[in-house]
């Protein structure tokens, strides 16, 4: 097994990827810590991980908020003892997100608290078990528009994505020299509840986002999760700030 007894915080894991890679990290023998807002979400996927042979447990967060981030890593430690992976997934992308002129500022400050101070939250005090022990991997979920300029703006969604490669880099270089690596996955438009839901409304929406992927399609949530699979185990120990993009060529394309 790749993740066997790897002790694995998985933020908003209650649905779509997170709870995806729950269930691939547990099958793998990664013991899951389910940290997701929505209490009945997170303890459906403690459910399905323990029903499949897994194993987990749940811990209520809202990542924004200090107080419960810390409790999130200290739940993880008081149940497994230690902390290997902490994988960053839980992000936001409200419909009232659009470009700059015309995003109000409860939106965007609401937008920078998940997806960025969320990660600095989880980071903060997961890093110091992790140098005690002398070893961990942080994945963090950036996206293919933190890399490309978008004709259809979220302008704080892809501001906070592009501030996790920044941090992505500088946590690399900080906590790599004690043993701690720190990684970011750019997925292109996967099939999640956050983004067939907004695009099962808008069919335009849809369209020029397929057309604009050569591979004709969505991702599927397994095949990000088959890439954070990597860095969470030790095949990837010797990588190390890097943004790897999965995004079915969606960022290469070029008309």
């Not at 997961?126 to 259809?152: D, E, H, K, W």
């Not at 703006?153 to 020299?177: C, E, W």
């Not at 999640?192 to 399609?217: F, H, Q, S, Y």
């Amino acid at each position: 097994m790749r993740l066997r007894d790897k002790v694995c915080i998985i933020t908003g894991a209650g649905s779509g990827m997170g709870r995806t890679a729950a269930l691939m990290f547990a099958a793998e023998g990664a013991k899951i810590v389910v940290a997701e807002f929505s209490e009945p979400a997170g303890s459906e996927t403690v459910r399905l991980v323990r029903e499949a042979g897994g194993e987990a447990t749940f811990v209520k967060v809202d990542v924004s908020k200090e107080a419960e981030a810390k409790a999130m890593v200290d739940h993880a430690v008081a149940t497994f003892g230690r902390v290997d992976v902490l994988y960053n997934n839980a992000g936001i992308m409200p419909e009232a997100d659009h470009s700059v002129i015309d995003t109000d500022v409860a939106t965007w400050d609401q937008v920078m608290a998940v997806n960025v101070r969320g990660v600095f939250l989880g980071c903060k005090y997961a890093i110091p078990q992790m140098i005690a022990q002398g070893s961990g991997s942080i994945i963090n979920i950036s996206s293919f528009v933190a890399l490309l300029g978008c004709s259809v703006p979220q302008d704080a969604y892809t501001a906070s994505k592009g501030a996790l490669l920044a941090l992505t880099r500088s946590l690399a270089v900080q906590f790599g020299p004690k043993g701690i690596r720190t990684n970011a996955i750019c997925p292109g438009p996967v099939e999640t509840p956050l983004l067939m839901d907004w695009l099962v409304k808008d069919e335009e929406a849809k369209r020029i986002r397929l057309a604009r992927n050569p591979t004709g399609r969505f991702g599927k949530p397994e095949e990000i999760v088959y890439m954070a699979m990597y860095l969470a185990s030790d095949e990837s120990r010797w990588t190390n700030g890097a943004q790897l993009v999965v995004d079915g060529g969606i960022s290469v394309n070029y008309f």
